[in-house]
């Protein structure tokens, strides 16, 4: 059984015209490709509810996408565009800060003022977090989560080809979205609708949320063909008392945690190896990789060469996820953000591939 793996070792050939464009006509009509056993079930989404027991717990990410894509000009007339990363002060008194990357032909100077769509402006005042980092540190004229709300596009993955739409808008965003701050949705929740979650709740199965804002670096590629020299973006996260105390219930009546999504997991997992103090994490999980949490995943398909490759293989083995891939191609399953599902369940014991 290997042992250790590189960049490659996570790559697959994936045809075009299986990245999902646009959603499906309606949240829980995709597909669900279950991967908990050796032979993997194709299944449609809706089928959930039977596949799961009483007792069991969802625990979904009820972070908010916010339209963190702004455009506007240089003095010089020069283009450029902005995608959001982290709100650093919203308020007045504290100077509308933001952490954002910047795409522009030319770096403006640190003290540049840029006029932006809308009619506000952006103050640059260097690079962040430190004097050398990847991102960029503006003052906007007024609150940016407002001005976001006005003026700014929904930040579609970069695989998405068509400008934001009033759908995009509306599908693009859970339907429990509780607090703005992700610049990418939590794809997996995508498929849930108040129907499904009712369903759910009749059969038994239980429900707590964490919150992790979801940032740009999830599409960052990763460069080094030794994945440990990789190194992970930080993204804000909290888990709450209650889902603490959800999931410690759940592990004492022998239920199973599932995490919807890998950002879910993300934060489940640091909670439970940093402390409940930590509300930062650039944990990277990769195979070897010891859950303390998560019993089974739900959650879409990812990038080849991906940080999420090695997490669903962390979780459910490296040769097992290349072969669900396989098969999921095979039969033409939708891929990414707008795509199908799959259900997962941790190795046992833990991944130690």
């Given amino acids: 059984m290997k042992t250790h793996f590189s960049l490659s070792d996570f790559d697959f050939t994936l045809p075009e015209e299986l990245i999902a464009q646009h959603p499906a006509a309606e949240r829980s009509a995709s597909r669900l490709l279950d991967g908990r056993e050796s032979t993997p079930v194709d299944r449609r989404f809706a089928d959930l509810p039977g596949l799961l027991a009483p007792g069991d717990l969802l625990v979904f990410n009820d972070t908010k996408v916010v339209k963190a894509r702004l455009f506007g000009q240089k003095a010089s007339g020069g283009k450029l565009e902005l995608l959001i ?30 006029q932006m769509e809308g009619g506000f402006t952006a103050t640059l005042l260097g690079r962040w977090p430190h004097d050398d980092g990847p991102l960029y540190r503006f003052r906007f004229s007024s609150d940016p989560y407002a001005l976001m709300a006005q003026h700014g596009h929904v930040p579609l993955p970069p695989y998405i080809t068509h400008g934001d739409s009033a759908e995009d808008e509306r599908r693009y965003q859970t339907v429990f979205a509780k607090h703005p701050g992700a610049v990418a949705a939590p794809t997996a929740a995508l498929h849930f609708d108040e129907a499904m979650l009712a369903q759910l709740a009749e059969r038994g199965v239980e429900r707590a949320s964490v919150t992790l804002h979801v940032g740009a670096g999830t599409f ?93 293989s962390a979780l459910s083995g490296h040769a097992h996820i290349m072969a669900l891939y396989q098969h999921a191609i095979a039969q033409r399953y939708r891929f990414f953000s707008y795509g199908d599902a799959m259900l997962l369940a941790r190795q046992t014991p833990p991944a130690s591939v």
């Avoid at 982290?86 to 540049?112: C, F, N, T, Y």
């Avoid at 993300?266 to 949490?293: H, M, W, Y």
């Fill in 85 to 114: 990363e982290r709100v650093l002060s919203p308020h007045a008194d504290e100077g509308h800060e933001v952490a954002a990357h910047m795409k522009v032909s030319k770096k403006p100077q640190p003290g540049a003022v840029l």
């Fill in 220 to 312: 960052q590629p990763v460069k080094t063909e030794t994945i440990a020299e990789h190194t992970m973006h930080f993204e804000r996260f909290e888990v709450p008392p209650a889902t603490h105390e959800a999931v410690a219930a759940c592990k004492a009546r022998g239920g199973r945690v599932v995490a919807v999504g890998t950002t879910t997991v993300r934060a489940l997992e640091s909670a439970a190896q940093f402390g409940p103090a930590c509300n930062d994490t650039n944990i990277f999980i990769t195979p070897g990789f010891e859950f303390k949490v998560v019993d089974l995943l739900l959650t879409n398909f990812h990038l080849p060469k991906s940080t999420l490759m090695m997490l669903v």
